[in-house]
């Protein structure tokens, strides 16, 4: 069967992830010690044991999730699993897949995560800007909500994540302005989201340009497998692209729903997100309800996952 392997973003994140799958599978702690060895802390202690909002830190949580997708990829591969057709990743889960396809060196992207979450928050104070998720209202609308919020602050929409699910960010005034209002025309639930950081909108446009310096003094290879940014939903091959697409993510919106059809359309009919949590096979199911779907976190989800390719 053909498939594609998903990488999930911030929000997956949760004290003892990947506990069970390390009790059966040595190279989940030895993916961490590597992790730990090139950010110079224990990050399998700061996974394993928190303190809980320690974790929830940008600064943190990326390098976390980075490794935890990378641990999971290496039990996948080591148990047989095949090579995907292509892969992809939420936000921060698509340097989880470049570090897959060999595209990136995972101690440079730890080091390069873990930067991107210390530019991100610099950018915008805590406090300052805000995310809220908007449910039940078809993308124009949430557009056109945000276009009547503005009021000349920045509120944008940013995780274009599954029909009638999207995320706004920008300056908090503002973000709470078209929560209202997003309800005042009907969406079924609007939620301000519980982050320091307004990703992906023009406000991150300074840890862009600051991150693009770090991008341009590392080494990228072309990715041995297809990977699909969440820019535009399009493959990249060369080294000053994959640049271009990584910091241009920073400042413009995950075009998720668009990415999820683009592997469908390239012949994916399973969808497999590797790493802790579901949020993006919940979100998969709405965009694609003909895909299978499975979450590898724990020795079962792998079974699961391993009989679903191989057609068992």
Avoid at 16 to 37: C, N, Q, Y
Wanted: proline share 5%.
């Amino acid at each position: 069967m053909q498939f594609a392997l998903l990488f999930p973003g911030q929000g997956s994140q949760s004290v003892g992830m990947l506990s069970a799958m390390a009790e059966s599978f040595p190279v989940i702690r030895e993916t961490f010690a590597e992790a730990s060895s090139a950010l110079s802390y224990d990050l399998w202690q700061l996974v394993s044991e928190g303190p809980e909002d320690k974790l929830n830190q940008t600064q943190y949580t990326q390098p976390a999730l980075l490794a935890a997708g990378v641990a999971v990829w290496r039990v996948w591969r080591g148990e047989g699993g095949a090579e995907p057709m292509a892969m992809a990743g939420h936000s921060l889960g698509e340097y989880t897949a470049l570090v897959c396809a060999n595209a990136l060196n995972f101690a440079d992207a730890l080091r390069l995560v873990e930067q991107r979450g210390l530019l991100m928050q610099a950018a915008v104070p805590t406090g300052v800007g805000a995310m809220a998720a908007i449910v039940g209202l078809d993308d124009g609308a949430v557009q056109q909500v945000c276009a009547e919020c503005g009021q000349g602050e920045v509120v944008e929409a940013v995780n274009f994540n599954a029909p009638g699910q999207v995320v706004v960010a920008g300056h908090k005034a503002a973000v709470e302005r078209a929560a209202m209002l997003a309800k005042a025309k009907g969406a079924k639930l609007t939620k301000v989201l519980p982050v320091s950081v307004p990703s992906h909108c023009s406000l991150m446009k300074p840890a862009a340009d600051a991150l693009m310096a770090q991008l341009d003094a590392l080494t990228i290879q072309t990715p041995i497998i297809p990977v699909l940014h969440n820019l535009d939903a399009a493959t990249r091959s060369s080294a000053d692209d994959i640049r271009q697409a990584l910091a241009a993510q920073l400042h413009h919106p995950v075009l998720w729903v668009r990415t999820i059809q683009g592997l469908r359309e390239r012949g994916a009919r399973a969808l497999l997100e590797c790493g802790p949590g579901k949020v993006l096979a919940g979100l998969n199911k709405r965009i694609d309800r003909e895909a299978a779907s499975e979450c590898i976190q724990d020795p079962a989800s792998l079974e699961s996952a391993l009989g679903l390719v191989r057609g068992a």
